[in-house]
């Protein structure tokens, strides 16, 4: 055990930390886990491990380690599982405050028959709050949770316990911090606690399901059903990433879910068939692009204009790549097979591809996932980031001492 | 709440920030060789326009107004303030209710009012890219042909800027279903304090690095000088219905926005216009024909798919009548439409009637505090023997009650500052914060300790020190005076080292 492990096993206690073995997690050596239980556990937990300079990877659910950079500085792992107060439902005003360490799929339980939904759906089972919100993770019906939190509580780096936003829905009572953290992979702050804005459950959801050919006829198509007023899931999905949804020959799938009055899911439900020949599916549709977006050993995601996204896409079909997109909201997961994870040319033709699609679309990619080597020494965010001097201050200022997710988060932040 | 008048620097020491007399001409010919001549107000005439935003109480002189017409020039008008070492403020149109827009220390301000093009319109990808001078309403204008409207619609729309509206993230009567201005601004060009021009976020809507146009949206002007947005457009609905309820009492009808609200209902807007508010009204040229015996209106807009608006229509107004409405009705045609909106629209017009000043407050509460909280807000203008009336967005919890006055009667005045105090801790008491739309401003910095604790301020302050290390931009705003950043002496207008704890 090494000096500022004993010191933080003494601090905290040894039902909080674990040290063990130096073992290799995402390239980093790490040789002991924290787990904190509280909010104050977390805070102290944090202080100790700015004065001792000792940087943490954060690990919420765990089902986005691979996503962003490699951590490869990190030292020990801190676990926010343990963060889970109870809930805080107000079905009157349709807001609620969870701990940062619940899963996603335990919140959808606890709003059950509430008349509420939660506007989160990353694909992931074990995705957690905290790390829903730290990845601005999205999925095919609702988009980045940045407009959907409230109110923030936040463990800074020095072990501060803060709090942005409120549990209110409109508020500009200084500045809006919440946005800030979300999205910024655990570097500025570790998130302990979010109020979030719900939707209202829906009256009424159908999905229909087209079959759809390669032509650009069939783009546009899928951009006008996206934009029928009651769909809240509007993909084009290649074939080969949903088995099975379309008869065989088909290119690609149309899967909309429409959601809201039940009048005007039929009505839009009508036009869809009109439309694109939809015809109705299940549920498991949706559940399908969840699996679709989330599957294979080496994935991007892109963002681009509506107008500019299927070019993009065709790139990187012409790459090697099974597209899913999202044609409104200008957002396509892109998925490669590799022959391995050593398979160094397979991640080189992706990434040319991915950076061909960006570079056409004028947009913005990630790449998502790929195999530890391919990101190791890696920048998986595109471009260089005109404005990392600005975002190296922030960071300075929230985490001095350098010890969130170190070299996680684009240039290296 | 201090009513704040600072001298005029310029006049008492004879150049900006104290520096002396032929110092200031010299930085006023810097300005003017930047933008030209006539682009620089320095004349004591021209300058009182700009002592003060749209709240009044809270004034202070600028040592010049410079109007520049480009980012470049904007830059180069910063540097140059850097260079003298004065403060310096950007300005829409000024139609601010919390003093965001004055420049205290003798600052410069920086007017956009110049910068009033819209770039681009791409109706195909609905977004728009303008210069911050752009009016609001004109922007929804020069959409509407493409079926698209930018959804942020404040009250002064016909006059306040879209730079105005990102620095204080404003709302309006449609943000209960469409969001205030940071859910629709996509990127930023940003002037930063330095000079240095920088662009934030990206059409896409991705950021490539930390959300830092979430975080410069709402920051009231301290972060750096928006000179160019990209917005998102909306799809005009397919269609939309205006109600009008008619109550008894103003909490009856908060009672119905509290069941419309629980019952998942979205409407596009819920606003309340109380019995008060309804007698001004009335009496003025905004006047709709509304019941002058009626304790309070709810006006109502339902928008989406002509069907599901029609079903909407029916639980709304069932809901209504449930709360007590003595009558619910529809809007006939968009002439009748457009009377409803009047009474809500033409309101703080109106009060101008009735007293020489008023006082328009704003916060936010729970929606299903909204009845104990106006009971309460009206019992404390009762207890101050003040003419408090209400009009405010209550879909969204967010009060405003205002305060008829007149200023010149410091007995009132000092009741007027009283009451409003107490309104915020009321609401601040029941889970709310203290400004929804408004801003903090110079008006309620020193009520920021209601909210948020010194920990919580500290983290705002660590975002400031990133972009402006040196507190020039926008200065004495948003922050308590105490310990955090505002000193007497601008010079020592530093934040404080956080300390790690």
């Known amino acids: 055990m090494s000096e500022p492990v004993a010191r933080l096993t003494a601090a905290l206690g040894s039902e909080a930390v674990f040290a063990h073995e130096p073992r290799a997690v995402e390239g980093a050596q790490l040789e002991a886990t924290l787990r904190p239980k509280s909010g104050e556990a977390l805070s102290v937990a944090l202080r100790l491990l700015s004065v001792e300079a000792l940087p943490a990877l954060v690990r919420g659910g765990g089902t986005r380690l691979a996503t962003a950079n490699a951590p490869c500085r990190a030292r020990v792992l801190l676990e926010t599982q343990g963060l889970g107060e109870p809930a805080e439902i107000d079905t009157d005003e349709g807001v609620a405050r969870f701990a940062a ?16 939904e939660l506007p989160l759906d990353p694909p992931g089972a074990g995705t957690t709050l905290g790390g829903a919100l730290a990845a601005a993770a999205q999925g095919p019906r609702f988009a980045s949770p940045r407009d959907v939190v409230l109110g923030l509580g936040v463990v800074l780096a020095s072990g501060e316990r803060i709090r942005c936003g409120g549990r209110v829905v409109k508020n500009v009572t200084g500045y809006d911090l919440a946005k800030l953290f979300v999205g910024s992979y655990g570097t500025l702050g570790v998130i302990e606690w979010a109020w979030l804005r719900l939707r209202p459950a829906p009256e009424a959801t159908r999905v229909c399901v087209a079959a759809l050919g390669r032509d650009a006829e069939a783009d546009s198509v899928a951009l006008a059903a996206a934009r029928r007023p009651t769909v809240r899931v509007a993909a084009v999905v290649d074939a080969a990433l949903v088995p099975g949804l379309v008869s065989a020959g088909a290119a690609r799938a149309l899967v909309v879910e429409l959601a809201g009055d039940a009048a005007a899911v039929e009505q839009d439900a009508a036009a869809l068939g009109d439309l694109a020949g939809a015809f109705a599916a299940d549920a498991s549709a949706v559940e399908a692009l969840h699996a679709a977006q989330a599957a294979g050993p080496l994935r991007v995601r892109v963002a681009a204009l509506p ?21 409104a909201r200008g957002l396509l997961w892109a998925r490669f097979g590799l022959e391995g994870p050593d398979d160094e040319r397979g991640a080189e033709r992706a990434l040319r591809a991915a950076k061909e699609a960006v570079r056409a679309a004028h947009g913005v990619c990630l790449l998502e996932a790929a195999p530890l080597a391919a990101r190791v020494g890696r920048e998986v965010f595109s471009g260089a980031l005109a404005t990392l001097a600005l975002e190296r201050a922030v960071k300075r200022q929230y985490d001095p001492a350098g010890i969130l997710n170190p070299g996680r988060f684009v240039g290296g932040l | 709440m201090q009513v704040a008048r600072q001298a005029p620097r310029a006049a008492r020491a004879g150049g900006p920030s104290g520096v002396p007399g032929p110092a200031a001409s010299e930085f006023v010919a810097a300005l003017r060789e930047i933008v030209g001549p006539e682009a620089v107000l320095a004349r004591p005439e021209d300058l009182l326009v700009y002592e003060a935003d749209g709240l009044t109480l809270h004034g202070a002189l600028p040592c010049a107004v410079v109007l520049p017409s480009d980012k470049t020039e904007v830059a180069r008008v910063v540097r140059a303030c850097r260079a003298h070492g004065v403060p310096f403020v950007p300005r829409g ?16 301000v920086i007017e956009c009012s110049r910068l009033n093009r819209i770039l681009r319109v791409d109706a195909e990808n609905r977004i ?4 911050p001078g752009v009016v609001n309403g004109d922007l929804g204008k020069a959409v509407a042909p493409h079926g698209l409207f930018f959804a942020p619609d404040p009250s002064s729309q016909l006059a306040c800027t879209l730079g105005g509206n990102a620095a204080e993230n404003s709302g309006g009567p449609h943000t209960l279903k469409y969001g205030t201005t940071t859910n629709h601004v996509l990127a930023l060009e940003l002037v930063l304090p330095d000079g240095e021009i920088v662009r934030l976020g990206s059409a896409v809507g991705e950021a490539r690095g930390y959300d830092l146009v979430g975080a410069v949206v709402g920051s009231e002007g301290t972060l750096g000088i928006v000179t160019e947005l990209t ?13 009008l309820a008619i109550f008894g009492d103003v909490v009856s009808a908060c009672r119905a926005v509290g069941e419309i609200i629980k019952s998942g209902l979205v409407p596009a807007a819920l606003e309340i216009v109380d019995r008060r508010t309804i007698a001004a009204v009335e009496a003025s040229v905004y006047a709709a024909g509304l019941p002058t015996d009626a304790g309070a209106v709810l006006l109502i807009e339902l928008d989406g798919p002509a069907l599901a608006v029609a079903r909407q229509l029916e639980r709304v107004c069932a809901l209504c009548a449930a709360a007590g409405a003595r009558e619910v009705s529809v809007a006939r045609d968009a002439e009748e439409r457009q009377r409803f909106w009047r009474a809500r629209k033409g309101a703080f017009g109106a009060m101008g009637r009735l007293a020489p000043d008023l006082y328009v407050h704003d916060a ?8 104990e909280i106006l009971e309460r807000v009206c019992e404390i203008g009762d207890r101050h023997r003040l003419r408090l009336s209400n009009v405010f967005h209550a879909g969204d919890g967010n009060l405003h009650p205002n305060i008829s006055f007149d200023r010149r009667d410091p007995d009132e005045l000092r009741r007027v500052l009283a009451a409003g105090e107490e309104i915020l801790r009321v609401c601040v008491e029941a889970g709310g914060v203290i400004s929804g739309e408004h801003g903090i401003g110079t008006e309620k910095r020193e009520y920021m300790r209601l909210v948020f604790s010194d920990a919580d301020l500290a983290a705002m302050c660590r975002l ?12 004495g705003k948003i922050f308590p005076s105490t310990r955090f950043c505002m000193e007497s002496d601008p010079k020592a207008r530093r934040y404080e080292q956080v300390e790690l704890a």
């Open chain 2, 464 to 475: 400031r020190a990133a972009f402006d290390p040196d507190s020039v931009c926008n200065p």
């Open chain 1, 101 to 116: 360490g619940a899963k996603l799929s335990a919140l959808r339980d606890a709003l059950a028959g509430s008349g509420w």
């Open chain 2, 364 to 371: 936010v509460v729970p929606r299903s505090k909204l009845p």
């Open chain 1, 307 to 327: 107008s500019l996204l299927a070019a993009a896409a065709e790139l990187l079909r012409a790459g090697g790549g099974a597209v899913l997109a999202y044609p």
């Open chain 2, 93 to 108: 149109a000024g139609t601010g209710l919390s003093g965001g827009a004055v420049a205290l220390d003798s600052g410069v």
């Open chain 2, 128 to 131: 728009a890219v303008v210069q």
């Open chain 2, 231 to 243: 917005v998102r457009l909306s799809p005009l609905p397919e269609h939309s219905e205006t109600l």
